[in-house]
């Protein structure tokens, strides 16, 4: 829906400015302001919306073979060997298991750095 959403900004704007523009100038400029402000509004909301599974609980138990997953009651495991991508950056991982589908990691969830070191080796990074 984000995607049709956003695809469509762009249609009512031209849309807006093309009959607004033969009726009044005024009506053309307030229909474009107008629509700038909501598709603004609209991407923040997107982009807050996104944010909230970053913010959650988490907790990882994992050993040689697999890794699980807690976040709000609700537990996910996955094995070491579906792991296609890692992708590192300075707070976090990011698991790629499909293409399109990815595992939130945060670093600073390990108690020692001792579990840190392994999971890291696990995830080979």
Known sequence: ????????????LFF???FGW?????????SVVALILVGF??????????LTPFF???????????FQLTKNNGTSTWSFS?????VVHEEYWL??????SYV?????IFYTEEDFKKFKSRLNV
């Open 82 to 86: 579906s792991i296609r991508n890692v």
């Open 16 to 18: 807006t400015l093309l």
């Open 22 to 30: 033969q009726t009044t100038r005024f009506i053309a400029l307030y």
């Open 41 to 50: 509004c609209m991407l923040l909301w997107f982009f807050f919306k996104n």
């Open 104 to 108: 939130y990691v945060p670093k600073n």
């Open 95 to 100: 698991i790629y298991l499909t293409i399109n």
């Open 56 to 66: 959650n609980k988490t907790e990882l138990q994992f050993n040689d073979q697999q």
């Open 1 to 12: 829906m984000k995607r049709n959403i956003l695809q469509l900004i762009p249609f009512l």
